[in-house]
């Protein structure tokens, strides 16, 4: 779930941004609905120069009964502590990670690298996968495969990659550069950008070799229902948690 200003927004190609819903009701529904794990992501809070929703975090803690993974601004130690401690499972780094690296060794080593999710923004040109910072307006000359390898040797425990050629379209995945990049590292790798039917997740976890999937705009305008989708999974020979 991106936020913005306090509600749920999405947009197609990280543009075109458009309000759809509640941050608490939207989770409640999704964790009722059996979805494993939830990205609270503020996408501007770096752009903006500001700390991610503390308060709203806290709310979220309190509403929904699933972990949660929370990004948008976080830069330091005591951002990463008072988001846990407001009740977040996870927190996801991007800009910050990618303007000064070691930070992912600091925070890894603080708090487990279990918690720590790196999230690559990336876009395709010309056939090469670049790393894009301050929620996908700034390209940087890092290649995402070798970014990706890099947050691992550091201390990442996740990879949270967003292909931007494929966000929102519905299209599918990027399953290529997905599969590249789980094939080359050793920690678990979510899927991000692209969902629009059931069988694109069946792909991104068979071709795209992901361990996890994550989709928005499908769920939000409920054109996709979880337990409908774990069935399918299910029947793909997907271990899915049902």
Same mark, same amino acid.
């Given at each position: 779930m991106? $936020?913005?200003? +306090?509600? $749920?927004?999405? +947009?197609?190609?990280?543009?075109?941004?458009?309000?759809v819903g509640d941050p608490m009701e939207q989770g409640a529904y999704y964790a009722q609905q059996g979805a494993d794990e939830l990205i609270y992501l503020d996408i501007t809070a770096t752009n903006e120069n500001r700390k991610v929703f503390l308060s709203l975090v806290r709310e979220i803690a309190e509403t929904i009964n699933i972990p949660f993974t929370v990004g948008g601004g976080i830069s330091t130690i005591d951002d990463v502590s008072a988001l846990l401690d407001a009740g977040a499972d996870k927190v996801s780094i991007n800009s910050a990670a990618i303007k000064n690296p070691a930070l992912i060794t600091t925070l890894a080593k603080r708090f487990g690298s279990q918690c720590i999710v790196v999230a690559l923004d990336i876009?395709?040109?010309?056939?090469?996968?670049?790393?894009y910072s301050n929620g996908g307006k700034t390209k940087t000359s890092m290649e995402a495969l070798s970014w990706a390898k890099e947050a691992e040797e550091l201390g990442a425990g996740e990879i949270l990659l967003t292909s931007m050629n494929?966000?929102?379209?519905k299209t599918g995945f990027a399953n290529e550069i997905t599969r590249t990049i789980s094939q080359s590292l050793h920690i678990p790798i979510i899927a991000s950008g692209g969902a629009g039917t059931m069988q694109h997740?069946?792909?991104t976890f068979t071709t795209g070799k992901a361990d996890a999937a994550l989709a928005a705009s499908v769920f939000h305008y409920k054109e996709i229902e979880i337990p409908a989708l774990k069935e399918f999974l299910a029947i793909n020979n997907i271990s899915v948690r049902i």
């Open positions: 991106d $936020i913005q200003d +306090g509600k $749920i927004v999405k +947009g197609i190609n990280f543009l075109a941004i458009k309000e876009k395709n040109e010309q056939g090469n996968w670049f790393v494929n966000d929102g379209t997740f069946v792909d």
